[in-house]
């Protein structure tokens, strides 16, 4: 099999990422080679029917270390599944599907919502999310720019 890594983008062990369709213009996140499963910080997470279909009404804090600041999300609800995490607690958790953008890169990815308020990091990028996008030098940090996500967060009038 041909290793073809000129069409990787290069990543930190952290960066600056946004998700667009859940209208978040920018979350500091962990590049997470450890784990398999994206996730994102979530809470007051409602389920509802809209035409049919599940969706996700969630709330989220965005900035890091702060809970000020707060963004309601909307999303189609693809999946539950039950994911495991570092310290080996299950937790069945909803899974949803977002465009994640990083750098000038951005693809589809599968992400799990569960409340990371207590965690270092508001969003964890797992290797499924990284399979074929995404070369990790973990010597660095933000190799795609740097945010002030306070500034965005202002300027976009997100309360």
């Known amino acids: 099999m041909k290793n073809n890594k000129d069409h990787l983008t290069t990543v930190g062990w952290r960066e600056w990422v946004s998700l667009p369709q859940l209208g978040l213009p920018a979350i500091k996140a962990k590049i997470d080679t450890g784990a398999r499963t994206s996730a994102l910080h979530a809470f007051s997470i409602e389920r509802y029917k809209q035409l049919g279909q599940d969706r996700l009404l969630f709330h989220m804090h965005p900035i890091q270390r702060q809970t000020k600041t707060v963004v309601v999300c909307d999303a189609l609800l693809k999946d539950q599944r039950e994911v495991t995490d570092s310290g080996g607690h299950t937790e069945l958790r909803y899974v949803i599907e977002t465009d994640l953008h990083i750098g000038d890169a951005h693809w589809p990815i599968e992400i799990t919502l569960t409340n990371r308020d207590n965690m270092r990091f508001r969003m964890l990028i797992g ?33």
Request: hydrophobic share 30%.
């Open 127 to 159: 290797r499924q999310a990284m399979r074929h996008n995404l070369m990790v030098n973990s010597t660095y940090s933000y190799l795609q720019g740097k945010k002030q996500a306070h500034h965005i967060y202002d300027a976009e009038g997100i309360s």
